[in-house]
């Protein structure tokens, strides 16, 4: 490595982020990029450690000591370009992953992990601002084409891939804008959308056709779509959400996370909205789940002006530290404190809603609620829970936002018309060694085969289902595989 004592002379250091004050004034990002002295600092601290967990901690395989070294030798192209290597979207993962290669750095052993996460997103953005990030014009075509549904990660990852390999691809997507869950899902305090922007005009100056307000099974006939493509890529997520049957459900002032959070994204955008506001400007405001898209209401809500927020969780508070049943180098479920929390939540975990409760007009007032007692299982993690006696009581709330994961994609229309087979989870049926569902010519990634899981395994997925319609149209790829940083020969 550039310096193998750097672990030893330089501590981990994050950028400053705005006043909390100061960015809950607008939809802005907040957080600023290393200056270069500190990012030199940072890719130091990488260590010659052998076996780099790193490497299979990241789902894309990122070759992450060496674009760490020559980050720290100032070598901005090639540092893209090993970046680039292995991943499509650095300035997506740079900015919103929960940098799972960090919790299976060997520094993180015993001292704080290397900022990969951050190193990556600072490579990235010195690429565009350098000019290295530029169109890849293709010689030659191979006349085959490929309708990629769903322009989200993984339809994005597929189709960039797909392009590389000479096939025409035409993404469809049914939203009036590209990007799917990064662009209507993901707020744009952490991702903004312009980033999301100049990917999409990067790929379309390479030859890729984007279709919007296109719905596939609605207002584009499947047949239409099986006719004139020679393959077909399934990337339209898990959308279906996990729904809170309680009494009440149906009261105005109870609604799904995704529909609260693509509402502010279009306002964000200036996009048309046809439903009724969702807002939460002086209401008092419950968040009912524990995860990101959680921690994202929370942020939009604090914009809103909110009366109050609070974050429900059924488990209990997870521990600072790795506990014995999260052993390194495995992704630990540590007490994660957003910056969305920084600007204003109270988090109560161990509670349980029991029901919606309205007013006279069918609006949402209230919610009641239960404490829950959990016990362990053998190695420590939680297994089951009771209600604790005598806690049950109400408190006040006008917007319920239910963030709670997703279940699986939408089987009617689109899966339905074609015959897809589901799995038990009901994703669409889909080995991970060929991503070929029981259609010969139609394939699936991402959410919608793995169900519910990060951008980067959603990147991940399309680029090795990319890879396999290759090798199914030419019968051998030259795209690069996960397994292995260079490119292989099917």
Not at 198 to 227: P, T
Not at 242 to 247: A, F, N, Q, S
Not at 297 to 321: D, M, Y
Not at 378 to 399: H, M, N, Q, Y
Request: hydrophobic share 35%; net charge neutral; with cysteine.
């Amino acid at each position: 490595m550039g310096k193998p004592t750097g672990f030893k002379e330089f501590t981990r250091e994050l950028p400053s982020k705005l006043p909390v004050e100061d960015r809950k004034k607008n939809y802005k990002e907040f957080v600023s990029l290393l200056p270069e002295q500190k990012l030199n600092e940072q890719s130091a601290r990488c260590m010659n450690c052998g076996v780099p967990f790193c490497h299979s901690g990241c789902p894309l395989g990122n070759i992450i000591p060496e674009f760490n070294d020559a980050v720290y030798r100032k070598e901005w192209k090639e540092a893209y370009e090993i970046l680039i290597s292995t991943n499509n979207f650095p300035e997506f993962t740079g900015r919103i992953c929960p940098a799972p290669c960090e919790t299976s750095c060997v520094l993180g052993i015993n001292q704080p992990a290397v900022t990969i996460e951050e190193i990556e997103k600072n490579i990235i953005e010195i690429a565009f601002e350098k000019g290295f990030v530029t169109p890849r014009k293709l010689n030659v075509r191979t006349g085959k084409k490929i309708a990629v549904i769903g322009s989200g990660p993984a339809g994005l990852a597929t189709a960039a891939q797909l392009n590389y390999a000479g096939h025409e691809v035409t993404v469809y997507e049914r939203d009036p804008k590209p990007g799917g869950l990064l662009r209507f899902g993901i707020p744009d305090f952490k991702l903004e959308k312009t980033v999301v922007e100049r990917r999409i005009k990067v790929m379309e100056e390479e030859g890729v056709q984007f279709i919007c307000n296109a719905n596939v099974g609605v207002n584009i006939r499947v047949n239409d779509i099986m006719r004139d493509y020679h393959a077909v890529v399934l990337a339209g997520g898990s959308t279906i959400p996990r729904d809170l049957t309680i009494p009440g459900r149906e009261l105005k002032g109870v609604h799904y996370a995704m529909e609260f959070l693509k509402q502010q994204n279009k306002r964000v955008s200036e996009l048309s909205i046809d439903e009724k506001d969702i807002k939460a400007t002086a209401k008092n405001v419950v968040v009912i789940g524990g995860g990101d898209t959680g921690s994202d209401c929370v942020g939009t809500s604090n914009r809103h002006l909110a009366k109050s927020i609070t974050q429900f969780e059924l488990l209990p508070k997870p521990p600072e530290n790795r506990a014995n049943y999260m052993p390194w180098p495995t992704y630990p479920m540590l007490l994660k404190t957003t910056t969305s929390h920084e600007e204003g939540a109270d988090r109560i975990w161990e509670v349980a809603t029991k029901a919606f409760i309205g007013d006279e007009h069918g609006n949402l007032k209230a919610l009641q609620i239960v404490d829950l007692e959990w016990t362990n299982a053998a190695d420590g993690r939680p297994s089951k829970f009771t209600e604790k006696a005598g806690s049950v009581r109400e408190i006040p709330c006008e917007l319920a936002l239910l963030a709670m994961g997703f279940l699986h994609p939408d089987p009617t229309g689109l899966l339905d018309e074609l015959g897809i087979e589901l799995d038990e989870r009901g994703n669409v049926k889909a080995t991970e060694q060929a991503y070929q569902t029981n259609i010969a010519k139609v394939f699936t990634a991402g959410d919608m085969r793995r169900g519910q899981s990060l951008v980067v395994w959603a990147i991940s997925e399309g680029r090795e289902c990319a890879r396999k319609v290759d090798i199914y149209l030419t019968g051998s790829s030259l795209l690069a595989s996960k397994d292995s940083s260079l490119f292989m020969q099917a």
